[in-house]
Nanobody, 125 residues
């Protein structure tokens, strides 16, 4: 069992930056790939970024490429999402999730076993 807690979401102006954190507790967190998803009001949850268990591989949605960076510190059981050049369309609740060990389909939400409660990111224009 893995418990995930996101933090770092807040109100920021367009063009600004934020770093989200996903702190994990539970066994063997370092074995799990981790992803970030987001859900805007009235929209489906969408994939943002993911990282392999080692941090050696990362994956990004087109909307995140070049602006967001996912990283992890397994010694701290924490995954980060550094977001820059934020746009109003980035406004959403951001969720981190831990995927099935060995999963290679990290853009799919059904590959994820454990989810955090989400953190709100609001980007004003």
């Amino acid at each position: 069992q893995v418990q995930l807690v996101e933090s770092g979401g807040e109100l920021v102006q367009a063009g600004g930056s934020l770093r989200l954190s996903c702190a994990a507790s539970g066994r063997a967190f370092s074995s799990y790939p981790v992803g970030w998803f987001r859900q805007a009001p009235g929209k489906d949850r969408e994939f943002v970024a993911a990282i392999s268990w080692s941090g050696g591989s990362t994956f990004y949605a087109e909307a995140a490429k070049g602006r967001f960076t996912i990283s992890r510190d397994n010694a701290k059981n924490t995954v980060y999402l550094q977001m820059s050049t934020l746009k109003p369309e980035d406004t959403a609740v951001y969720y981190c999730a831990a995927a099935k060990i060995g999963s290679r389909w990290l853009t799919r939400s059904d590959e994820y076993l454990y989810w955090g409660q989400g953190t709100q990111v609001t980007v004003s224009s």
